[in-house]
């Protein structure tokens, strides 16, 4: 048949279409499939098997293909190096003491990426000063622990005098 080119043609069109309205992600490979097989009937193949074996090869290969990328795409193990969300993305940031010290254990309030926190200065620390910059150490329950972050140096200073041995 000379004209199977546009019946592989439409039924690749009608394939892809249809992808439109599933979640599979499989019609799409049968329709370019369906349009090589009809590449291959208007350049002149006039077998009818060796279009359906050019559709077959190309939508299982496509298939395959896409299956295998996206399996280990969606599917691959997250490390700590990945991007972290919640309470895990909170030690080490940076936030500001709203309600100082008090207390026998130094409880103050810090605000974190807006939310404030019951906080606590690391052993060694100094009581928590309204407005003061702190670090977050670690998560505890529903506290964190802080420790002040240092001042950057002032670059307008005068140089710092040389080390003498």
């Known amino acids: 048949m000379e004209l199977t080119w546009i019946l592989w043609t439409v039924l690749g069109v009608v394939l892809i279409i249809a992808e439109i309205f599933t979640q599979g992600f499989v019609l799409l490979w049968f329709g370019i499939g369906a349009l090589c097989a009809a590449l291959a009937g ?5 077998s009818l098997a060796l279009q359906f074996a050019i559709f077959a090869i190309v939508s299982v290969a496509l298939t395959a293909a896409s299956r295998t990328i996206f399996v280990n795409y969606f599917s691959r193990e997250r490390t700590g190096s ?11 940031k940076v936030g500001t003491v709203v309600s100082p010290s008090h207390g026998a254990l130094h409880e103050g309030a810090v605000k974190v990426f807006g939310s404030v926190w ?5 052993e060694g620390e100094e009581p928590l000063v309204a407005g003061e910059r702190v670090e977050v150490e670690r998560v505890q329950g529903a506290s964190i622990y802080v420790r002040r972050v240092g001042h950057a140096p002032d670059w307008r200073a005068p140089a710092l005098p040389e080390k003498r041995d």
């Not at 990945?82 to 080490?92: E, H, R, Y």
């Open 42 to 46: 208007f350049f002149g193949i006039d």
């Open 82 to 92: 990945d991007l972290k969300s919640g309470v895990d993305a909170l030690p080490g």
């Open 118 to 122: 019951t906080a606590y200065p690391i």
